[in-house]
T-cell receptor, first 114, second 110 residues
Framework: SQTIHQWPATLVQPVGSPLSLECTVE??????LYWYRQAAGRGLQLLFY??????ISSEVPQNLSASRPQDRQFILSSKKLLLSDSGFYLC?????????????FGEGSRLTVL | EDQVTQSPEALRLQEGESSSLNCSYT??????LFWYRQDPGKGPEFLFT???AGEEKEKERLKATLTKKESFLHITAPKPEDSATYLC???????????FGKGTMLLVSP
């Protein structure tokens, strides 16, 4: 069966510090991978998606970046965090190929920027 | 631009008190509408996919229906364990990425 792991689960970072969130998927090959952010009072906002190694599509301009160094690994990074980066970050995967609406989410990473 | 509006924002029910959640949408050609359940502090969990008006899907106490402008998630005789936030999302034709609503927070009291 397929599983998705996301870490760290919680982190508190000062403004201007770097960020690295990691996500790995097991039990499937060449999945589509997604990073979403969920802020209080807002819906899920798609940040990045990837349909293959090294292929990253950005949905919103911001100080975040994403990378996919391996088939089932997706990393969200920032060089300098802003207060507005606080939120609940979710990694998700779907089966390879065209985007489907059936996403499988990780447990999330709650980021607080102070 | 695709839009999804969910109502109410929050709903409190007594155990056994049936009700419905609404998801209104505007999309340039609907490929699919999706319902998810999200427990506090967790990632969303996929529930249903609806593709065309008139379609219905059921799972335990939940039934999702779809019209050309909205979807309903009917909850029959809810139990406290049904308490969660329910998210609705749409996908336009061409297999675009999903557009999510803000969700309805459901609380079922014993």
């Amino acid at each position: 069966s397929q599983t998705i792991h996301q870490w760290p689960a919680t982190l508190v970072q000062p403004v201007g510090s770097p960020l690295s969130l990691e996500c790995t998927v097991e039990g499937t090959s060449n999945p589509n991978l997604y990073w979403y952010r969920q802020a209080a009072g807002r819906g899920l906002q798609l940040l990045f998606y990837s349909v293959g190694i090294g292929q990253i599509s950005s949905e919103v301009p911001q100080n975040l970046s994403a990378s996919r160094p391996q088939d089932r690994q997706f990393i969200l990074s920032s060089k300098k965090l802003l207060l507005s980066d606080s939120g609940f970050y979710l990694c998700a995967w779907s089966v390879a190929g065209l985007h489907t609406g059936e996403l499988f989410f990780g447990e999330g990473s709650r980021l607080t920027v102070l | 631009e695709d839009q999804v509006t969910q109502s109410p924002e929050a709903l409190r029910l007594q155990e056994g008190e049936s009700s419905s959640l609404n998801c209104s949408y505007t999309v340039s050609g609907l490929r699919g509408l999706f319902w998810y359940r999200q427990d506090p502090g967790k990632g969303p969990e996929f529930l249903f996919t609806l593709y065309s008006a008139g379609e219905e899907k059921e799972k335990e106490r939940l039934k999702a229906t779809l019209t050309k402008k909205e979807s309903f998630l009917h909850i029959t005789a809810p139990k406290p364990e049904d308490s969660a936030t329910y998210l609705c999302a749409v996908q336009a034709r061409g297999y675009s990425t999903l557009t999510f609503g803000k969700g309805t927070m459901l609380l079922v009291s014993p």
